[in-house]
């Protein structure tokens, strides 16, 4: 009897505790992406349900890895997208319910077309294409000279530049990769003759471009849905029925109005999703100053977690390096391997371990710190001069009371500059980890990099940059105090 009531009241917690939990609502690091996000959002609280939207999570491979994951739990995606780089088994041309059909035994749901085909473009600059005569993209192959700048996502992608050039033919060799955003501004300057374009984008007016026609048809489709874990069908129903009613509410003309509100006029994206659904929410700004303290409490925890690990391990690491030569080479090219791996791959290479979020960012933020300090650990231990050694040998030191009391004290200066160059590192590195939903000052500088915002990317900036001249000050006065006074001495000298 009590054990019965025992596991039913058990039951009744867990199944409150998951009920409890808010979904997690992801977008993509482009304007569009980060409204539909908030209308979701918005939606699903008029319908009772608790939601996070955990914005600019990076591209497509990002958000996609987090949903099959549960990380997230929905984002806005587009059909164009899913024929083109998630199931590329699928027909180009598949509809909706062909979709539907292939994406159920991954566990994943989507909704009809949101009303909107947000296609890939070719712009040109519309008193350049007069003057060239460009009006297609098939006009192109007649300028070979021109420079195209295409956002990073669309040089890789298979509906992207590859394919384009392949299906054209297009002989230009000038191609540079750009983001999104800065393309235009690229683009107004002179800086490159034609960028790609999202076909809802407010800058094409803005900056009198010309769309390019498509006449060989290469683009597909890209219906806007919404694609969310099947399993929120029983944890959630409320929230998928908020899904499905946003389905064809918002047509061309309304997704290009919303994304001017926000780039060009300076609303805040919530306020926005708000006024198109009729709901009169008061927007409340946080201010500068609790923007700066959420920011750099978040970056200072990243900071603070992977180095604090890092130290852990990689002193131990640099005296085994020491010790046993054959194995200490080994470790410092392990770790040397390690810090070539470019950062922002390192943050995607912890995603299907760890998903995303602040603990992700933190293994990778760890393993750059290794190296600095083994190295370090290594050359400050093995730079003892031998007749100190000696000495300590003959007066029958042990050989851990030797390391404890005489050879680390000897190398405190050479390790803690190894902790403070890794340090200084994280600090900049960590900027990154925002693309994976970790915060920290690189949320706002990837905000104002999106909204083209100078004040906002300084904002982030500028606090980054005044945090590392901190470290590196404490770190200085940490090193003075633990040196020896002979040493300081030697050091003065």
Known sequence: MMRGLFLIAVAYIFSTLVQASPVRIGSKQFTESVILGEIASASARQAGVDTIHQRELGGTTILWRALQQGDIDAYPEYTGTLTQELLKEVPVDADIPTLRARLKPLGIGITESLGFNNTYAIGVPADKAAQLGIATISDLLKHPDLRLGFSNEF?????????????????????????????????????????????T????????????????????????????????????????????????????????????????????????????????????????????????????????????????????????????????????????????????????????????????????????SLLPIVR?????????????????????????????????????????AGIKTAAVINVGTAALAALIGAGGYGQTILTGIRLDSVSLILEGAIP??????????????????????????????
């Open 155 to 199: 040089m890789d992608r298979g509906d992207g530049w590859p394919g384009l050039r392949t299906r054209y033919g297009l002989p230009q060799t000038h191609v540079s990769g750009l983001d999104h955003t800065l393309s235009y501004r690229a683009v107004a300057s002179g800086a490159v003759d034609a960028i790609d374009l999202y076909s």
């Open 464 to 493: 980054a940059a005044v945090l590392a001249l901190l470290v590196q000050g404490l770190f200085e006065v940490i090193e003075r105090w633990l040196t020896p006074r002979g040493l300081r001495i030697d050091a003065r000298q």
């Open 376 to 416: 370090n650990t290594h050359a400050g231990l093995v730079g003892i001069a031998p007749e100190l050694r000696e000495s300590a040998a003959a007066l029958g030191l042990p050989p851990r009371v030797r390391l404890r009391r005489i050879e680390l004290p000897l190398a405190t200066r050479s390790i803690l």
């Open 201 to 368: 984008d407010a800058e094409i007016p803005y900056y009198h471009l010309r769309t390019l026609t498509d006449d060989r048809h290469y683009f597909p489709r890209y219906e806007a849905v919404y694609l969310y874990r099947l399993a929120l069908k029983q944890s959630s129903p409320a929230f998928i029925a908020s899904l499905h009613q946003l389905a064809g509410r918002i047509d061309e003309n309304a997704m290009r109005a919303m994304n001017a509100k926000v780039k060009l006029q300076g609303l805040k994206e919530d306020a926005v999703a708000a006024d198109f659904l009729g709901l009169h929410v008061h927007h409340s700004d946080d201010g500068l100053r609790q923007r700066l303290l959420q920011r750099t409490e978040e970056h200072i925890r990243l900071v603070a977690i992977s180095l604090g690990l890092a130290i852990l391990l990689a002193i131990p690491l640099g005296i085994f390096a020491a010790r046993l030569k054959r194995f200490g080479q080994l470790i410092i090219g392990m770790t040397g391997i390690l810090q070539t791996v470019p950062s922002l791959a390192m943050f995607v290479f912890m995603i299907p371990l760890l998903g995303i979020g602040t603990w992700p960012a933190v293994a990778a933020l760890f393993l750059y």
